[in-house]
């Protein structure tokens, strides 16, 4: 294992490169020497042309299919390496545009990542032309169904007599009652619900370069007691500002029905690049 | 590193958000070049692991097969 003269250690078939993402190759790119997926590998640019990679040496020990699997059975393992991988690309987003690969994208050589930034230059490039100067946010809505529940006394006159029945009901009566109430509260939040989102999509579209809807996650997911409404990502200019006036503005709009808004970010482009390249 | 202590439950809806993120998008490259793993499995592994670290998988399981309708307030109604 001793290594002579700069060269690096470890044998050639010993060890892989894992891409986190692609940067233009002049791009002020700053790396932060203490992160990476494999702490004895510090992430490098490989710059070839136009474009340079943001990669980082592993050991084909760890990260080739076969281990691969079993490791994203280890929650401390998966954990600490997305993290990693999401570090590295956010350290760099401060700085520059970046085009972020998915987790555990490994070439078995350099002379292959080299070769892919070479043949897929031109798809690359475009891709980072698409996302040059901007960030990906993350929106997401909740309602607090109480107070939506609540709230909905005010605004209906059917669930107003159906609350007071309920209210002033004993026993078994005060139970159907009761379930009265909340069937007409489930039915209302649906429609509530579509609205929310047709209307704050739409908002927000308005306020960034292009948005996506993903999926709606449930509260032992997200974390959070409230239901989950919209869960948007938008592709906006980087320091702007306008999305998140947006979201204030829609937080305002139904604050009083029980709604609230998070954002998240900035983020890598995650929503906003191919899912493939290099199809044949 | 404290990835094996009790995360606090922010950090926790964070890493939830990486998944959706860091596994579920970004770049995939097709072809015979790399190593990575289909980003189908990829994403079941991963989510699946993760909630069994934070321990709401057995709820969720729970959840799934004796729930099929969606929550409902307590009889009642509603509160305030």
Known sequence: ?280 | MTDRDRHPLEQQVTLIELVDRVLNRGVVLSGDITLSVAGVDLVYVGLRVLLASVGTLERLEQQASGNGNGKVLAAGGPRR
């Open chain 1, 1 to 280: 294992m001793s290594s002579s003269a700069g060269a690096p250690a470890g044998a050639r078939n010993g060890s892989g490169w894992y891409l986190y993402g692609v940067v233009a190759a002049d791009a002020p790119a700053q790396l932060d020497a203490g992160i990476s997926v494999d702490p004895a590998h510090g992430v490098e640019l490989l710059a070839e042309g136009p474009l340079a990679a943001l990669a980082s040496k592993v050991s084909l020990e760890e990260f080739d299919e076969e281990h691969l699997r079993e490791r994203l059975n280890d929650p401390a393992w998966l954990e600490r390496n997305i993290r990693a991988h999401e570090q590295v690309l956010e350290r760099v987003l401060a700085s520059a545009s970046v085009v972020p690969f998915r987790f555990c994208t490994v070439y078995r050589s350099e002379a292959e990542l080299r070769r892919f930034l070479s043949q897929r230059g031109s798809d690359l490039a475009g891709v980072l032309r698409r996302v040059d100067g901007k960030v990906e946010l993350g929106v997401k809505a909740f309602v607090d169904r109480e107070r939506f529940a609540a709230g909905l006394g005010t605004r209906s006159e059917e669930a107003r007599e159906l609350e007071a029945r309920a209210a002033g009901a004993e026993g078994g009566r005060a139970y159907l009652e009761g379930r009265r109430f909340d069937q007409l509260v489930a039915k209302e939040l649906e429609r509530f619900a579509a609205q929310v989102v047709e209307a704050s999509h739409a908002h927000l579209l308005a306020a960034a370069e292009e948005g996506t809807l993903g999926p709606l996650r449930s509260p032992e997911v997200s974390g959070r007691s409230d239901e989950m409404l919209l869960n948007g990502a938008y592709l906006v200019r980087a320091g702007g500002g306008e999305l998140e006036e947006a979201v204030a503005a829609l937080a305002r709009r139904y604050a009083e029905q029980g709604v609230s808004f998070e954002v998240t970010g900035p983020w890598p482009p995650y929503n906003f690049v191919p899912r493939e390249v290099g199809a044949a």
